[in-house]
Every structure is written in C-alpha cells, then in structure tokens.
C-alpha cells in the first residue's frame, strides 16, 4: 500500500505506550495496533484528529505517501 502509517515512530519521539495512547484517544488496543501496523483500509478524520491532537503532530507525521506499485493490484490502475 503507497500510504504508510509511522505512529510506531510517533510514539517512540514521544516517549508513550500504545496502550497510554489508546487511553488518552479512547480507541481500542486492536484498532490502534491494526492502524500501526498498516493493515489499516481506512481512518476516520476524528480518529486521525484525536491521535494528532494526543502526539501534537500534524497528518503528514503519521501517515507517509510512498510512491510505487501498489503489490495488492499488481501495480495497474
């Protein structure tokens, strides 16, 4: 997938837990780790607003558009 999730790195920079993350945003442990592994489809915009506004960061600091072939789609659009 061309997007990459760094919330890994985040919370590294930020010195926090996934579950102190998952606490301060109310979002379950298996959605958040499914979101920081990038297994993730979709976000929600009050997801991504309440993660950004927990971290005091900005979109482009969590998600990373990478451009390349897309393995899922052989690459076609």
Known sequence: MPIRVTLDRMLLERRMSLTELC???G???ANLSILKTGKAKAVRFSTLEALCKEL???PADLLVF????DEEDGGET
């Open 23 to 25: 606490d301060r945003v």
């Open 56 to 58: 005091n960061c900005q």
């Open 66 to 69: 990478e451009d390349g072939d």
């Open 27 to 29: 979002i379950t442990m």
